[in-house]
């Protein structure tokens, strides 16, 4: 089990938003609203050993910040928000590690397999991370989110379904979009049921308060899910999670800085 860190940008700056309350015209409700630029986090996890963290861009207005957090850690993190057949090769040679891709896959609520071949292509089996964030359904299944979580899909994150999909990424990018920035714990029966069948590298992300659900998360994720940490953790304005019991826990060799 790893620590991914992340780097969430909004209208050009790092927060922490609370998940689902991204809308059009509309303030999310926002947990943390750093002061210091994206490079200060990217080189902070550069120098700590943690590589394959999340750069996310949540709307627009966010190209600069992550090409300067990319930047500061070249092929160390992973680049989200907007990725597409047509863009993915440009945020690779701007310095992604892999590209992260949600809506340009699911789209008017199903899987639409065309563009999910395509994204494949452009960007390289290896070199592309497909988002499954999801909630559960009336039924108990947990589908697939898009559109800022607001539109649930018919694509269940089944054994079946990580499977087919193993084909054509490198890992799996799975917030539990009902609990995210809510701190008020992790999913359990989730990151049992991904423990159980993941087939390829998976982080899990959603509801982490303290280093209490770090444990649960390795013990019924049985120690094969990475996961992630924001708002409680105290690099952005948490209590429930040090990032230096992370460094302890987790740290692995710094890369050298370019």
Not at 79 to 96: P, S, V
Not at 109 to 127: I, S
Not at 181 to 195: C, P, S, Y
Request: with cysteine.
């Amino acid at each position: 089990m790893r620590f991914r860190p992340c780097i969430d940008l909004h209208e050009g700056r790092v927060k922490q938003i609370v998940g689902g309350t991204l809308r059009d015209g509309e303030a999310p409700q926002t947990n943390f609203n750093s002061a210091l630029p994206p490079a200060y986090y990217a080189e902070m996890y550069r120098r700590d050993g943690f590589a394959g963290g999340h750069v996310i861009m949540l709307g627009p207005g966010n190209e600069e910040a992550a090409t300067e957090a990319l930047t500061a850690y070249p092929s160390g993190l992973h680049l989200g928000g907007g990725i597409n057949a047509d863009n993915a090769t440009l945020w690779l040679e701007r310095g992604a590690g892999s590209v992260i891709a949600t809506s340009f896959v699911f789209r008017d609520g199903q899987l639409q397999q065309d563009n999910l071949e395509r994204l494949a292509e452009a960007a390289g089996r290896d070199h592309l991370v497909l988002d499954l964030s999801c909630a559960p359904d009336e039924s108990g299944r947990y589908v697939v989110a898009t559109d800022r979580w607001q539109q649930h899909t018919d694509f269940e994150v089944s054994a079946a379904n990580l499977e087919m999909l193993a084909a054509y990424c490198c890992e799996f990018l799975i917030h539990a979009t009902q609990l995210e920035g809510r701190q008020t714990g992790v999913d359990e029966q989730l990151i049992a049921r991904l423990g159980d069948t993941t087939p390829l590298p998976t982080t899990y992300a959603g509801g982490v308060r303290s280093m209490a659900d770090v444990d649960r998360i390795e013990r019924l994720g049985q120690n094969r899910l990475d996961y992630t940490v924001g708002s409680a953790l105290d690099l952005f304005g948490g209590s429930g999670v040090k990032y230096t019991e992370l460094v302890k826990r987790h740290g692995g060799m710094p890369q050298e800085k370019p």
